[in-house]
Nanobody, 120 residues
Framework: QVQLVESGGGLVQPGGSLRLSCAAS????????MMWYRQASETEREWVAS????????NYADSVKGRFSISRDNVHNTVDLQMDSLKLEDTAVYYC?????????????WGQGTHVTVSS
């Protein structure tokens, strides 16, 4: 079955950096775009970044553009999120996401999330 397992979260001071990683299994990873989302306390889950299946094409939410970088390794089936110049408002649970087509539409898969706390 599809599994997404995030790691790399933690506590960091404003201006610091963290690198999140998501290990994927149970599907042909190289065939699908991958996304990172985040959800802060008492807010809706929001999209952060996407990366295409091939070609390295990326897209970012305006709030993280220029500070975050998404990358993937289609050999080891991982997708990473490098987060630099972190701000207090980046505090959230970060989720890896994959959308897999099915015969009837698509299925959304999420990891368990990894906590990122930006605090002085």
């Amino acid at each position: 079955q599809v599994q997404l397992v995030e790691s790399g979260g933690g506590l960091v001071q404003p201006g610091g950096s963290l690198r999140l990683s998501c290990a994927a299994s149970g599907f042909t990873f190289r065939n699908y775009p991958m996304m990172w989302y985040r959800q802060a306390s008492e807010t809706e889950r929001e999209w952060v970044a996407s990366i295409a299946s091939v070609g390295g094409y990326t897209n970012y939410a305006d709030s993280v553009k220029g500070r975050f970088s998404i990358s993937r390794d289609n050999v080891h089936n991982t997708v990473d999120l490098q987060m630099d110049s972190l701000k207090l408002e980046d505090t959230a649970v970060y989720y890896c996401h994959a959308r897999i087509p099915t015969d009837f539409g698509h299925e959304d898969y999420w990891g368990q999330g990894t906590h990122v706390t930006v605090s002085s």
